[in-house]
Structures are given as structure tokens and as C-alpha cells.
């Protein structure tokens, strides 16, 4: 059974930085490409970042680049997003998803199939 489990959240000041994890399980991380979706509140959701299942290849929306960092240690079946001087309306719910097919690049192609239930990040003062 596929499970992804993220981690992380919490309320930040802005200018501040989390780190969220996602924990996966159930499939072989590796082969897949992995993204973070987000949904603020009373919104759609919003594609953040993807990677693909080397770690050699990252995509970023325009909103998040140059504050947010994709990674991933597939070692420990482990993503994970840097985020650095958050700002109010990064304020959201975050999920992260997986590709639904190997060896599609960042998962554009195809989409995701797998999603986690999310943990919630709050920018405030």
C-alpha cells in the first residue's frame, strides 16, 4: 500500500524557514518522480516543486522560486522542501504526491497518483 506521510508544518513568523518532510512507503520511491502540491485556505490547489526520481532535476512555480528547495534522500524514501523567507500567503496546506508513471521526467506528463493528507503551514506574525 502506497502511504506517504509529510511533516514539517507549523506557524512561522514571515521571513522565517520550515523544513517539511514526507515519508514514503509502500512503492519504490527511487523510480518516481515527486512533487508538493499546496492549498491555501478557501483555494485550489497549487503546484509548488517537483523532482524527478534521480534528484538531478527540479522544478519550481514562479510564486516559490528562489525561497523553496526540493530535495530528496531515497536512501531513506524521503522528500523533503526547504523553505526559506515565507511570506503570509505561503500560508497553506502542503501534500506531497507521486508520480503515477516511472521514468516520466518531473511527473508532468502523467500527473501524480498518491497523495499524502498534508501538513499545515501558517506565516504569521
Known amino acids: 500500500e502506497v502511504q506517504l506521510v509529510e511533516s514539517g508544518g507549523g506557524l512561522v513568523q514571515p521571513g522565517g524557514s520550515l523544513r517539511l518532510s514526507c515519508a514514503a512507503s509502500?512503492?519504490?520511491?527511487?523510480?518516481?518522480?515527486m512533487s508538493w502540491v499546496r492549498q491555501a485556505p478557501g483555494k485550489g490547489l497549487e503546484w509548488v516543486s517537483a523532482i524527478n526520481s534521480g534528484g538531478g532535476s527540479t522544478s519550481y512555480a514562479d510564486s516559490v522560486k528562489g525561497r523553496f528547495t526540493i530535495s530528496r534522500d531515497n536512501a531513506k524514501n524521503t522528500l523533503n522542501l526547504q523553505m526559506n523567507s515565507l511570506k503570509p500567503e505561503d500560508t497553506a496546506v502542503y501534500y506531497c504526491?507521486?508520480?503515477?508513471?516511472?521514468?516520466?521526467?518531473?511527473?508532468?506528463?502523467?500527473?501524480?497518483?498518491?497523495w499524502g493528507k498534508g501538513t499545515l503551514v501558517t506565516v504569521s506574525s
Open positions: 504526491a507521486k508520480g503515477r508513471v516511472v521514468g516520466d521526467g518531473l511527473g508532468f506528463y502523467y500527473g501524480m497518483d498518491y
Open positions: 509502500g512503492f519504490t520511491f527511487s523510480s518516481y518522480a
